[in-house]
């Protein structure tokens, strides 16, 4: 009976989704996820850990993980904030930027796909329903 349930169709239509996300960002070097800590910082470079994590909404160790192999990667780099010595500010790369575009056009060209078949109005509808499901 489960199958019947808004819950099973929104969590299979979420991992068909996720996987297709994350086979889109492989080829950018990028694993599912780290785009959206790359994103607050497109919104606003130089946040400290705790900011990332507040905004991300995610457990701590979540977000050391990934920042740690973004910088492996070379797109963050993390420095000491000026003005507060126990405050690590975490910066982009020029290669962190440079993602900006490539992962938003992953991202449009999903949603495109995701609402294919749906008229103007349905698409509005959809997306006012999802928002205001509570998170």
Do not use: S
């Amino acid at each position: 009976m489960l199958e019947e349930t808004l819950t099973y169709a929104l969590i299979k239509v979420m991992k068909a989704h996720r996987n297709q996300l994350a086979a889109e960002l492989g080829p950018l070097g990028l694993h599912a996820g780290q785009e959206l800590l790359l994103n607050q910082l497109w919104r606003q470079d130089g946040l400290c850990q705790g900011e990332l994590i507040t905004r991300l909404g995610v457990e701590p160790p979540t977000v050391t993980k990934t920042l740690q192999r973004l910088e492996r990667a070379g797109l963050v780099r993390r420095a000491p904030d000026p003005g507060r010595a126990r405050v690590t500010r975490v910066y982009l790369t020029d290669a962190g930027k440079a993602l900006q575009k490539p992962v938003e056009d992953i991202w449009n060209r999903l949603d495109e796909e995701l609402l294919r078949g749906f008229d103007a109005d349905e698409r509005g509808l959809l997306a006012r329903l999802v928002r205001a499901i509570p998170h």
